[in-house]
């Protein structure tokens, strides 16, 4: 948990700080982090006597492209570090807020270009689906209990098989992945009901998830090929 929210809360800070941390990585030598780090202390003025508001912003994200620039070329908070940086973030911020920050959310197109970079693992997914794993806020998801019964929902066992075999080839779904089908049928389970169906999935997951846990799932169904019993 402490690792989560210390993930999290650099995230705000970096997000406050208005730099994409993607192409920091690749400056970490001696010669481009001095660049670096006199670059930013010039671009921020400091003029407490006549504009003491923008000279603390300044001085606020001066601090925050600091940090950003540590912790992208590999430097590890200590315990101290890590409890002042939760206590500041959380006294701007609700922990709920900060949950929601980390979580997928419900929109399919960007979701499917943040999957392009995670690799899904389906053991961790089937964990998270049996609920011996929590999901981001510490709650478990409630998968397996609700797809081991038939009369309740589709069965995980071939859900691979009944998405490619099925739900594929009909044509609302021709021009869906085995992937987008997936992912809408977990973060938006409204948008299809398939027959026999009632439309009891809840619709909580875009908030209970991290893109990663949701590639992990993904994976794990996507391991889900067993023949269908009954087509
Ligand atoms: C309360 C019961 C319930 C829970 C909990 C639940 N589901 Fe479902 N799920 C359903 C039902 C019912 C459907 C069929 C659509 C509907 O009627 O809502 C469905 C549909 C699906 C489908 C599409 C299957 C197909 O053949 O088209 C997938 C994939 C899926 N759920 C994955 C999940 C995952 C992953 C979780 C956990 C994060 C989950 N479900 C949690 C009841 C549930």
């Not at 998270?128 to 309740?152: D, F, K, M, Q």
């Not at 938006?188 to 949701?214: C, F, S």
Request: hydrophobic share 45%; aromatic share 8%.
């Amino acid at each position: 948990m402490r690792k989560t929210l210390l993930a999290i809360a650099l995230l705000v800070l970096t997000a406050a700080s208005g730099i994409a941390q993607d192409d920091a990585s690749e400056n970490c030598g001696a010669e481009a982090l001095t660049r670096q780090q006199g670059a930013f202390a010039a671009y921020l003025t400091f003029d407490f006597a006549n504009d003491a508001e923008q000279a603390l912003a300044n001085l606020f994200r001066l601090g925050a492209l600091y940090q950003t620039m540590a912790l992208d070329c590999g430097y590890q908070p200590n315990e101290v570090e890590i409890d002042r940086l939760l206590e500041q973030t959380l006294s701007f911020v609700s922990l709920d807020d900060l949950i929601l920050a980390q979580a997928v959310g419900t929109d399919i197109d960007a979701i499917l270009v943040e999957l392009d970079e995670v690799y899904g693992d389906p053991l961790n997914g089937q964990l998270l689906y049996n609920g011996l794993e929590p999901a981001l806020g510490g709650g478990t998801l409630g998968c397996a209990g609700c797809h081991e019964n038939e009369a309740v929902a589709p069965l995980t066992a071939g859900a691979w098989t009944r998405v490619d075999a099925i739900r594929l080839t009909q044509p609302e779904f021709a021009d869906y992945s085995h992937r987008e089908y997936l992912v809408e049928s977990i973060v938006q389970p409204m948008a299809y009901i398939p027959p026999d169906y009632a439309g009891l999935m809840p619709e909580i997951y875009g908030r209970q998830l991290t893109t990663q846990q949701l590639a992990d799932l993904v994976a794990f169904l996507d391991s889900q090929d067993q023949l269908l019993e009954d087509g």
